[in-house]
């Protein structure tokens, strides 16, 4: 009894001396499993709430370190989270990770492409400034030099010239602006429409501007030449085919609220500027040529403008075949002259871009032209001098052998 007394209590001794070691092993495994899941959370929720690469940078190496310091217990963790896995949740994490990584991608994309917008509108809005400012100041010494015939002209030169600067830069801006927005997506339209309220002028507001100062430009009382209207025409022709190029994108990219009303407030302001234009051009047009004694039909467009140089040509032409006089033949000289070398020469690329003439209407005028020469080219007198001469030694020896035979 005593001996079994005895085994029994040895037992029971070495069975408690290995209690607490088993219970540490099931305690270390079970804070083993809290602490992964309690790390996986915490990493899954830093991807998901990263907001730029280099954070998302950090949090790689941390996952990096994260797997490698519970890969050793991979099977312990897979019995715990079954039917998940180590390895299928570590997947997941590097998913979300890799989702995040491109969506702060796009952003930071998004936000440099605004950024650099922003910067782009500022110089200019700036230097457009610069520009309205300096002819605000030729017009007031332009003005004031009135008296002065020889600085007045200088100075007028110098506007016309600050007026071609502006022509050129604004082209360049309007190049920019098909460049990047012609072939944009709907989606990255969209992301630019969501970050334009940071733009303290957006290019829409700036083309409206633009075109406001082109139209004061066009009525201005400074004397400017035809060229300078043609040139105007040809400036307005550009910045309509942009518009019809890229209108749409930018009032839905930057006028989201109201793209249509927009768009059609920048069409106004296209139409105003066309029609400040031409009350000047016409007129100087038909000017220019009356000054060269060439006194056309009246016109007020493109097109009666041609039909006025069809109908001066074509009665001109009618006339040299009745009457072939050396005034015809003048006329046809100081035409063909003004025609070729002053508005073919000088206007014509701006006529063509201008929408004022097109290249076959210019080569119609030609033909005719041609045509109108050799009717008005006068005929040579030698022929008919020849032929009374001819008759009258013919009349001299019929007569003489008449009076022989009597």
Not at 60 to 73: K, L, M, P, R, T
Not at 252 to 273: I, R
Not at 357 to 380: C, F, H, Q, R, V
């Amino acid at each position: 009894m005593y001996t079994l007394t005895k085994v029994t209590l040895s037992f029971i001794t070495i069975l408690l001396l290995l209690l607490p070691s088993q219970v540490s092993a099931q305690q270390s495994d079970f804070q083993i499993i809290q602490d992964f899941r309690t790390g996986y959370s915490e990493l899954l929720n830093k991807v998901e709430n990263a907001v730029s690469t280099d954070e998302l940078n950090e949090i790689s190496e941390e996952i990096s370190s994260f797997e490698a310091q519970y890969a050793n217990h991979e099977s312990l963790i897979n019995d715990a989270i079954y039917p998940d896995t180590f390895d299928g949740l570590m997947q997941d994490l590097e998913n979300n990770f890799n989702i995040s990584n491109a969506n702060i991608s796009v952003i930071e994309q998004l936000n440099n492409r605004v950024e650099d917008l922003v910067d782009e509108m500022d110089l200019f809005r700036n230097r457009i400034s610069d520009m309205n400012q300096e002819m605000v100041t030729l017009e007031e010494r332009i003005e004031q030099s009135s008296e002065n015939e020889s600085r007045q002209a200088a100075l007028i030169r110098q506007y016309r010239l600050n007026i071609d600067q502006r022509d050129v830069f604004v082209s360049n801006f309007l190049e920019e602006l098909v460049e990047r927005y012609q072939n944009m997506d709907s989606s990255a339209r969209s992301e630019i429409s969501d970050a334009s309220d940071r733009l303290q002028d957006n290019p829409v507001d700036i083309l409206k501007t633009i075109l406001s100062e082109y139209i004061q430009l066009a009525n201005s009382d400074i004397s400017l030449n035809l060229s300078d209207y043609v040139s105007m025409r040809a400036q307005h022709g550009y910045f309509s085919n942009v518009w019809d190029r890229i209108g749409t994108q930018l009032t839905e990219t930057f006028v989201p609220d109201g793209p249509v009303v927009a768009e059609q407030e920048v069409e106004d302001l296209l139409v105003a500027w066309q029609a400040a234009i031409d009350n000047n051009l016409w007129e100087t047009l038909a000017a220019s040529f009356s000054e060269n004694d060439i006194e056309l039909e009246p016109f007020s467009s493109s097109s009666e403008f041609y039909t006025s140089l069809n109908s001066y040509i074509d009665s001109s032409y009618e006339a040299s075949l009745e009457s072939n006089s050396e005034q015809d033949y003048q006329r046809f000289l100081n035409f063909n002259s003004f025609w070729n070398n002053t508005v073919k020469a000088n206007w014509g690329e701006l006529l063509t871009t201008g929408n004022v003439l097109t290249y076959s209407e210019i080569s119609a005028i030609d033909m005719k032209l041609n045509d109108w020469g050799e009717a008005s080219s006068p005929t040579s007198n030698l022929m008919f001098i020849l032929l009374i001469v001819s008759i009258a030694v013919i009349v001299g020896l019929v007569v003489l052998l008449v009076t022989k035979k009597s």
